[in-house]
């Protein structure tokens, strides 16, 4: 009966060491996906930085113009010419 706990509690032992490598095997492939998904998220990242960066520079650029136009039409018009068209 000894024996047979013996090699009930061996048995148990392999399936519990088998089970332990599993979840390290999982475990590093999960680490491998996530890391991953980290790179790709923080090249989306940067590539979004960069648009954004463009984007704004040819808002201040487009800004600057009009700002630009806008004085030019008042100065037009301070010094009694008529409107533009008239």
Do not use: P
Not at 24 to 47: G, H, P, Q, S, W
């Amino acid at each position: 009966m000894e024996y047979a706990a013996l090699l009930s509690r061996d048995s148990i032992a392999c399936v519990n060491k088998g089970n332990l490598e599993e979840i390290i095997t999982t475990a590093n492939e999960n680490n491998v996906r996530l890391r991953k998904k980290l790179d790709l998220v923080k090249y989306e990242k940067e590539k979004v930085s960069k648009y954004i960066c463009v984007y704004c520079l040819e808002i201040w650029q487009t800004l600057n113009v009009l700002i630009l136009l806008a004085r030019m039409y008042f100065e037009y018009f301070a010094n009694g010419k008529q409107g533009i068209g008239a």
